[in-house]
C-alpha cells in the first residue's frame, strides 16, 4: 500500500514537472531556431574566402565578421537566459499570452531599419580562420541550444531577464529571441552579397 501511494506521488510530481514547458512552446522555438539554422547554413554556403572577407569600407563588417557575431550570439544570449534560470521565480511576470511576444520578436528582429552597437562579448575578434570553421562552430552550438529546448524540464516561462529593446523576456523568449537574431544577420550578410562590388567569385 505505502509503495503504491510512494509511486503515485512519484508518477504526479515528474507528471506535474514535464509540464514545465508546453509542447506548443517547444515545438513554436524549435521551429525557429531549425528555420534560422537552415537560413543561415544557406546564405553562406559556397562563398569563396574573398567573397566571406569583402568589406564594402572598413566600418562594416564582413560576411565572415557577421557570421562570427552569430555564432558568438549562439553563446551569448543562452547565457542570459541560464542567468535568468539562476534568479528567483516571477510567474507573476507571465503575461497572459506570451505567444504574442514571440511573434512579435520574429516579426522586429530581421528588419534592419534601425541599427544597434553590439556589446563588446559579441563583436567579431578574428577567432576561426575561415568559414569553414564558423559553419562549424554555429552548427555545433545551435544544436546544443536545439538540444536544450526539446529536453529540458525547466521551468523557462517563469525566470525573466531584461532586454534593452525588448523589457522583460522569460528565459525561452530568449531562444526565440535567438532565432530572430540570427535571421537579422542573415539579412546583413544578404546586403552584402546584394552589392554591386561583392566579388563575383
Known amino acids: 500500500m505505502i509503495r503504491s501511494v510512494l509511486c503515485c506521488l512519484t508518477l504526479t510530481a515528474t507528471a506535474c514537472h514535464a509540464q514545465t514547458l508546453t509542447q506548443g512552446d517547444r515545438d513554436f522555438a524549435v ?5 534560422t539554422r537552415k537560413l543561415f547554413l544557406d546564405t553562406v554556403s559556397g562563398l569563396s574566402d574573398a567573397q566571406a572577407r569583402w568589406k564594402p569600407s572598413p566600418d562594416v563588417w564582413s560576411v565572415m565578421e557577421t557570421a562570427e557575431h ?5 553563446t551569448a544570449i543562452p547565457q542570459v537566459a541560464a542567468k535568468a534560470m539562476q534568479s528567483p521565480a516571477t510567474p507573476e511576470k507571465k503575461k497572459p499570452n506570451p505567444r504574442q511576444t514571440e511573434e512579435m520578436l520574429l516579426k522586429v528582429l530581421p528588419a534592419r531599419e534601425q541599427k544597434v552597437k553590439a556589446q ?19 552548427k555545433a552550438a545551435r544544436d ?3 538540444a536544450y529546448i526539446r529536453e529540458t524540464q ?25 532565432a530572430g537574431h540570427t535571421e537579422r ?9 546584394a552589392n554591386p562590388a561583392f566579388p563575383k567569385k
Open 31 to 35: 521551429s525557429a531556431m531549425h528555420a
Open 120 to 138: 563588446d562579448i559579441v563583436v567579431p575578434k578574428g577567432t576561426f580562420k575561415n568559414m569553414a570553421e564558423i559553419t562549424a562552430a554555429f
Open 70 to 74: 552569430i555564432v558568438l550570439s549562439e
Open 185 to 193: 544577420h542573415v539579412n546583413q550578410i544578404k546586403e552584402l552579397r
Open 144 to 146: 546544443k541550444n536545439l
Open 154 to 178: 525547466d521551468d523557462l516561462r517563469s525566470h525573466f531577464a531584461p532586454n534593452p529593446a525588448f523589457g522583460d523576456l522569460d528565459a525561452l523568449q530568449w531562444y526565440v529571441f535567438m
